[in-house]
């Protein structure tokens, strides 16, 4: 006997019947359970995707407002963070530059006090004596390094032991807290490292009709020098030490001459002297400021007294401002957050506490 096969069991179709209610029974109690699932949306459960023809449950409006807001806080905190380093750079960088030279122009003090023989400093100040007094026989043309001029070899051997590293001297000046070491010739990697002798003038320890020129460079990124030489007023102390000898001037005036004006530099019977140099007017450096000095004795041998200490020169304080402020900024910012956010948990708290009365 055969069988239509149109014709469906009557217990397959009360179970499939059974098994249509089974799911609409289940379907009805999970919207009774989540009222959301009513509008039909169906939430997925972790680490599985929404089933075809279902849309995905809306995120909540003001949690995605509130995670925005946050992030751009820590954006706007990180720029802020950037910028206040960024000023600070140039002031931190100086400040430990400057300290460094300082240390470097007490070593060359401590590394003179370890020449051995002693005897040997009166030497190198010999030699350098007998150096100044062939300058003047030649006319003492201050003027750029250059190698292979007639006596450069004998310059850059002459107050030049290896006990003190190429120095030449300490340049001190404590009105303006400069206190430098003094290298062999003005060349621009010279410059970088410190104060430069300039070649041609007088080597700087002393004598009748002597001037020496010691340069330094004005407006550096990242050291002071001679930043603060035009604030030298006249009867300013100036101190050059080298090899164990100190010798003391007095500024009694200056003046501003173009680059190539070397001819502006004046030796004269019955007077020692020493005139600075650097570049003006700050920042654009087309003139040179010559500061001249002269010889007095020596009244304390233990003068000028006291180390180093940090000197703000007026764009550090004008950075300083300008961090202050931002820094002002911000916490007012952060001050007024804090007071709203308080301002609401109050309100919230105030108004669970009316409805549960």
């Not at 039909?40 to 599985?48: L, Q």
């Not at 929404?50 to 946050?70: H, I, L, S, W």
Request: a positive charge.
């Amino acid at each position: 006997m055969t069988s239509d096969p149109s014709e469906v069991p009557a217990g397959a179709a009360r179970s499939t019947s059974s098994q249509h209610v089974t799911r609409a029974e289940r379907f009805s109690a999970a919207n009774r359970a989540d009222p959301a699932n009513s509008t039909g949306h169906v939430e997925p459960t972790d680490g599985m995707e929404p089933a075809d023809g279902m849309e995905p449950a809306p995120k909540r409006p003001n949690q995605t407002k509130k995670q925005r807001k946050q992030k751009k806080r820590r954006r706007d905190l990180v720029w802020i963070i950037l910028g206040v380093l960024i000023l600070l750079y140039p002031i931190v960088a100086t400040l430990y530059n400057d300290w460094q030279l300082n240390n470097q122009a007490e070593a060359y003090s401590h590394d003179v006090d370890n020449i051995q023989p002693p005897q040997l400093t009166q030497h190198y100040l010999q030699q350098a004596r007998a150096y100044n007094e062939y300058l003047a026989k030649q006319g003492h043309h201050a003027r750029p390094a250059k190698e292979g001029d007639e006596g450069f070899d004998r310059y850059m051997k002459t107050l030049n032991p290896p006990e003190t590293k190429g120095v030449m001297a300490r340049l001190r000046i404590p009105s303006i807290d400069v206190d430098l070491p003094v290298y062999h010739t003005t060349n621009s990697d010279v410059l970088y490292r410190g104060a430069g002798h300039m070649y041609g003038s007088d080597l700087p320890v002393g004598g009748d009709g002597n001037n020496s020129l010691i340069s330094a460079h004005t407006g550096m990124v990242n050291a002071s020098m001679f930043d603060n030489l035009r604030k030298l007023k006249d009867g300013d102390e100036v101190f050059v030490e080298v090899m164990g000898e100190k010798l003391k001037y007095k500024v009694h005036g200056r003046k501003v001459v173009k680059p190539n004006e070397w001819q502006q530099v004046t030796y004269e019977k019955g007077k020692d002297k020493l005139t600075l140099v650097t570049c003006t007017p700050y920042g654009i450096n087309t003139d040179r400021l010559l500061v001249n000095a002269e010889r007095v004795p020596l009244d304390n041998p233990n003068e000028p007294s006291g180390g180093w200490r940090p000197v703000l020169s007026w764009w550090m304080i004008l950075d300083l401002i300008i961090i202050l402020l931002v820094l002002l900024v911000v916490a007012w910012r952060e001050y007024k957050a804090w007071r709203r956010k308080k301002k609401q948990k109050e309100t919230k708290a105030t108004q669970a506490t009316e409805q549960t009365a």
